[in-house]
């Protein structure tokens, strides 16, 4: 069993930066990859990065790429994924969620590969 917890939302204007952290404890070890999912009102939760546990590979969905940078830190009870995001847009705006799963797999980005999610963190970009 195990536990997903995110942090670090909050609101921001356009253009400013923001990291998120996910904390997983308990039984993580046995998973592969660490990702990041979004859902803004009115629209379809979508996967934004995803990062392998063993090699740190990412993978990002085009809108944030050159914005958004996942990372993960390791120690003996806890892995951390966390998500600096840059040059925030407005339409960055959502609830962020967290999760961990198997893999990795080239559809990294739909959420029929993972199995534990975090309760959500809100970020909202707005002048």
């Known amino acids: 069993h195990l536990r997903l917890v995110e942090s670090g939302g909050g609101s921001v204007q356009p253009g400013e930066s923001r990291r998120l952290s996910c904390a997983c404890s308990?039984?993580?070890?046995?998973?592969?990859?660490m990702t990041w999912f979004r859902q803004a009102p009115g629209k379809e939760r979508e996967g934004v990065a995803s990062?392998?546990?063993?090699?740190?590979?990412?993978?990002?969905i085009d809108s944030v790429k050159g914005r958004f940078t996942i990372s993960i830190s390791r120690d003996d009870t806890e892995t951390t994924s966390y998500l600096q995001m840059d040059t925030l847009r407005p339409e960055d705006t959502g609830l962020y969620y967290c999760?961990?799963?198997?893999?990795?797999?080239?559809?990294?980005?739909?959420?029929?590969?993972?199995?534990?999610w975090g309760q959500g963190t809100q970020v909202t970009v707005s002048s």
């Open positions: 999760t961990i799963g198997y893999g990795p797999h080239e559809t990294w980005y739909s959420d029929l590969w993972y199995d534990y």
């Open positions: 990062i392998t546990l063993k090699d740190a590979t990412p993978n990002y």
């Open positions: 308990g039984l993580c070890s046995p998973y592969d990859v």
